[in-house]
């Protein structure tokens, strides 16, 4: 098949797919878009409330999720347990749809950028705080970085930043948006107004020549002064590789999971959850190389 009939294709096939759309509303309809009983009742799921009376001689930490997370699921069961060694934690569901709100990190980064940036500078006000930390995962690592780096005056109230797996090259999605250049540039445009038109443009915005990675690239430097960035990868993590996450910057520590923990394995999805991964984070937060916790495998997806 020549490129030219590959492409005509994929326009058949995204032009069959939008076409559809209508036939399927009543069904949409049918679909119930509250939380599922089943998350409300699992006890993974739930954050700790944003406590603004907390005080900690520690900077308070504000824990950012990945895509289509929450702040009730991700980074929360890490929140606790930073919560009981005297953390005081902050988290928000940022880039989430009016329908349904429960969903978050899928709206224009940009938006979720300057949401996230007023949410900084509540949890400074509100704690009396002269400077905040950021963890984040995933979406949530790379708005950790990008906040500091588009959004006025948050670089000066920042102190350490902890990224786990951030895309600031570009997050490939286990190599599939190698096929949104298989018309070239035409086809790769024509992917993202799509995507833009399922409701997820941060899906496209952290791909290859997406407008949050293209904004890393251009910018002389992404590390801004006086913030601390520790970013921590995986050697087994497929959908966001570390030659994906490394920031190569003066000042900024680029950490393997498997330095410290050889046999770990852990996937991208698992470093939410993995202590071998909470004593790293732990560890950039305090700077200290103190064994916190354990080693141990953490999920391999």
Known sequence: MTIGSQFTAL??????????????????RDLSLD??????TNKLYGAPANNFSCQSSRNPVVMLHGLSASREVDLNLLQYELNSR????????????PVPSWIGGLDDMQKSAGQIADFVREVQRGTGAAKVDLVGHSEGAVQSVYVPLTQAGIAGIVEH????????????YFG??????????????????IIDLVGCPACEQLAPDGLVTDQFAAAKKIVQDGNKVTVVMSKSDTL???????IDEPGVKNVYVQ??????????AGLAW????????????????????????????
């Open 11 to 28: 326009l058949a096939a995204c032009s069959a797919g939008i076409s559809a759309l209508p036939s399927q509303i009543a069904n949409v």
């Open 35 to 40: 939380i599922p009983s089943a998350l409300l």
């Open 86 to 97: 005297g953390y005081c934690t902050f988290s928000l569901t940022y880039g989430a749809h």
């Open 161 to 172: 930043v902890v990224a786990l797996a951030p895309a600031i090259h570009g997050a490939t």
């Open 176 to 193: 599939f948006t190698d096929l949104w250049y298989i018309g070239g540039d035409v086809t790769r445009a024509l992917v993202g107004k």
């Open 240 to 246: 966001v590789p570390p030659a994906v996450s490394m």
């Open 259 to 268: 330095t410290t923990c050889p046999d770990d394995e852990v996937g991208h």
């Open 274 to 301: 993995d202590k071998s991964v909470w004593r790293l984070i732990v560890n950039a937060l305090e700077e200290t190389d103190e064994e916190v916790y354990p080693c141990e495998k953490g999920l391999p997806f």
